[in-house]
């Protein structure tokens, strides 16, 4: 979405408090420049001079382009290679602003529409109640990377199925198998000699904390994605309290993710023949 209709400034004045924690004066400075745009605000405030422009600029094209424009230009992923998740937590910022526009900011840069929130304790309860929640537990950051868009339209269904499938995404990605659900846990967790190791596997101790491991995730597949993925969504009961109590589980996976280290694959050991002890 580029031709976005016109904002109302009090969302620019919010979204412009966010910006100016995406750069400095001289990248502010540099934008407006790039963009055509004429910085006359008299401001040194970096949130008052983007909310002048901003607001100026839409109040000449009598649309928000240059809006869209800035926000592209100050949260490209380019402007963040080096720090990523401060990139992620600037879009979902916004995006917490946004939605009083019934709009959403996507790190490709597009603007997607979605449901608007009505007032202030609507949106709280839309992007606060839930996500909020998993940020003040310490949810892992792969969590609220699939499913933080999802919480903000207030679709706790699709959020717990996109949570659900980003983790077992991460799977696939951390050992090249092409499997799901516990087809996947299995040839990637399972054997002697697995793909991911959760621990040594000296002791019948970490071998029970591996089997464990698998276990989690099945139920995480069987009871968390599963119903989701198979039914329709005007039939699903779950609550808020169940949507969060997936999503901590989920966090609680990744977490254990980040401690698996990836070892030789079986079927390389097969073919070599060499007998591996961890």
Known sequence: MTNVPRIEEQIIEGAANILADAGSGSDITNIFSDLGMIDNSGESTKWRRIRYVLCNAQRQDGVAVKFVMFVRKMLSPVRFRNDPNRLKQLIDDINNVLIFAGLKFEENGDFVAIQMAESISDAEKKVS???RKLIDRGAHSETLRYCTAELIGNDTFHGVL????????RIRQMTNLVQDGHRLIDAAFGGEVPILALNSLRTETEKSEQTGFMYLLKGC???CRNPIAHEP??????????????LILVSMLHKKLDKCVRTCNRQEIHNEGRNVNF
Do not use: N, P, Q, V
């Open 129 to 131: 109640s839930i996500r």
């Open 162 to 169: 996109e949570a659900c499938k980003g983790l077992f995404e």
């Open 221 to 223: 597949a069987s009871a």
């Open 233 to 246: 969504r005007i039939l699903w009961a779950g609550t808020d309290d169940d949507a969060l109590d997936s």
